[in-house]
């Protein structure tokens, strides 16, 4: 077996497991990585198709490498937004760091449990009917006539 197949059939293995963890992954970080390892597949089957089009004794396809390259940079920029926005999502709904997210995620217990914090990023509630409520978000500062340009309560705005 030559290497150019090796890699090829890992490539495929990659992107096998990696579509297997996005349609079957429970947590939302399980999934983050599952499409990263689909990611990585597809990649490593480019270089493979970069090695296999080059002609005999000559160096690989350069198109493919560039594209492997960007498509790299992309990648590690949008895992890091994913998971920022994911630990974000964490904080915002009371979660104190990422292990408890991903405690809760697997299904196990918390040592604490998490106590929300109603005045953070300015989330305040405001009556609208009989017992329900609604979230509404206000800005932190406010300009000068005091007014913040985003909706304030059921339907007004500033």
């Known amino acids: ?87 974000r999502l ?3 709904v009371g979660l104190d760091d990422v292990e408890d997210a991903l405690a809760s995620e697997s299904g196990l217990s918390p040592a604490q449990p998490a106590k929300p914090k109603p005045d953070q990023m300015g989330v305040e509630k405001a009556s609208i009917e009989q017992g329900s409520t609604l979230s509404v978000v206000r800005p932190m500062t406010a300009d000068s006539s005091g007014s913040s340009g985003l909706a304030t309560s059921a339907g007004e705005s500033a």
């Not at 990585?40 to 490498?65: T, W």
């Not at 492997?68 to 994913?82: D, K, M, S």
């Open 1 to 87: 077996m030559s290497s150019v197949t090796f890699y090829g059939l890992l490539g495929s293995l990659l992107v096998g497991l990696g579509l297997y963890g996005v349609i079957v992954g429970v947590g939302a970080l399980r999934k983050i990585l599952a499409f990263n390892l689909l990611g990585s597949g597809v990649f490593l089957l480019f270089g493979v198709i970069a090695q296999r089009g080059a002609g005999a004794g000559f160096a690989g396809d350069p198109v493919p490498q560039a594209l492997v390259i960007t498509g790299l940079v992309v990648a590690f920029a949008a895992t890091a937004l994913a998971v920022g926005l994911l630990v």
């Open 90 to 92: 964490g904080e915002g």
